[in-house]
């Protein structure tokens, strides 16, 4: 099946900051999203993007399906952006793998 | 559209008792997913469902998992004799399947129910 790879593992940002986040995987996908994990759990969609640009605000996502990897942006980044940022690719529309996760610490 | 809602959000068991979690999906969505999610990891997914097929159930841990969705609609997913390694956050997604206009597979995820096993 798919692997999917993100980095870095961990990020401390001083508000303010701008930060890039990666996802490399490593076959053909049809379906590539980025998500938060709140602090309860909950998976929230930031931007399905198997492929091309998109961008929500201080958010913007970038696939470059040929090269297998995506890049989350965060502009001014702000201490409610904190928390998780999985990337999650498929190639079968049935099933998502997840990466293991960037967990962001925004402080003040 | 009120989303992806799952009930229970917590519960917690003594190890050897039955649990069961139910879904129930955004309404016009046909496909509905489950996925297990342990602390410090991604979600894992388990299995899925179109309408009231099951179509991939290999991923289900072990024959003390499953899952139905008896009417296309609402989904239970059961664990039964629950060991101390079922603790985990149980995840359940939905999605239109891919094909004309905005049916792109994107997947929405419900908040959870996070399982404890004592």
């Known amino acids: 099946g798919i692997q999917v790879e993100q980095s870095p593992p961990d990020l401390i940002l001083q508000e303010g900051a701008n930060s890039t986040l990666r996802c490399n995987f490593s076959?053909?996908?049809?379906?590539l999203q980025w998500f938060h994990q709140n602090p309860w759990g909950q998976l929230i969609n930031l931007f399905y993007?198997?492929?091309g640009t998109k961008q929500n605000g201080r958010l913007s996502a970038t696939t470059v399906a040929t090269e297998r990897y995506s890049l989350l942006y965060i502009s001014s980044s702000q201490t409610t952006d904190s928390g998780v940022y999985f990337c999650?690719?498929?190639?079968?529309?049935?099933?998502?793998?997840f990466g293991k996760g960037t967990m962001l610490l925004v402080s003040p | 559209d009120t989303g992806v809602s799952q009930d229970p959000r917590h519960k917690i068991t003594k190890r050897g008792q039955n649990v069961t979690f139910r879904c129930d999906p955004i309404?016009?969505?046909?496909?509905l997913y489950w996925y297990r999610q342990t602390l410090g990891q991604g979600p894992e997914f388990l299995t899925y469902?179109?309408?009231?097929?099951?179509?991939?159930k290999s991923r289900l841990l072990s024959d003390r998992f499953s899952a139905e969705r008896p009417k296309g609609s609402f989904s239970t997913l059961e664990i039964q004799r629950t060991e101390q390694g079922d603790s985990a956050m149980y995840l359940c997604?939905?999605?239109?399947?891919?094909?004309?206009?905005?049916?792109?597979?994107?997947?929405?995820f419900g908040e959870g129910s996070r399982l404890t096993v004592l």
């Open positions: 997604a939905s999605s239109t399947p891919p094909g004309t206009g905005a049916d792109t597979g994107e997947l929405f």
């Open positions: 993007i198997p492929s």
């Open positions: 309404s016009e969505h046909n496909r």
């Open positions: 999650a690719a498929g190639g079968g529309y049935s099933t998502l793998t």
């Open positions: 076959d053909s996908v049809n379906n």
């Open positions: 469902f179109q309408n009231e097929a099951q179509l991939e």
